[in-house]
Nanobody, 122 residues
Framework: VQLQAFGGGLVQPGGSLRLSCAAF????????IGWFRQAPGKERERVSC???????SYADSVRGRFTISRDDAKKLVYLQMNSLKPEDTAVYHC?????????????????WGQGTQVTVSS
């Protein structure tokens, strides 16, 4: 499956963005989808994950502010980001792991999309 993340941009602190991850290929509904981010000079960080059965998980740093969801008919996964902070600034990537529940380790994902830049600044 091929993935494409989009929806990033420049937003002021406290603002919102919705990222989308579009999938191209078959059996999308069998994949868990994870969102990861990487800021300059920092290690890649897990943000959120949604399993094929719609279970969700969030990093402590975004819980209560971000919401992940999926539309299998459209082959899309969304990351709604509210109350954005400057420390949320990063390149956000989506990744897919076949026949998986919630999974935290980036190395275990099978497919990755190109990232989308999110910048939170006044």
């Amino acid at each position: 499956v091929q993935l494409q993340a989009f929806g990033g941009g420049l937003v002021q602190p406290g603002g919102s963005l919705r990222l989308s991850c579009a999938a191209f290929g078959s059996d999308f509904d069998y994949y868990a989808i994870g969102w990861f981010r990487q800021a300059p000079g920092k290690e890649r960080e897990r943000v959120s994950c949604i399993s094929s059965s719609m279970s969700t998980s969030y990093a402590d740093s975004v819980r209560g502010r971000f919401t992940i969801s999926r539309d299998d008919a459209k082959k899309l996964v969304y990351l709604q980001m509210n109350s954005l902070k400057p420390e949320d600034t990063a390149v956000y990537h989506c990744a897919a792991r076949f026949l998986s529940g919630i999974y935290y380790e980036a190395d275990g994902y099978d497919y990755w999309g190109q990232g989308t830049q999110v910048t939170v600044s006044s």
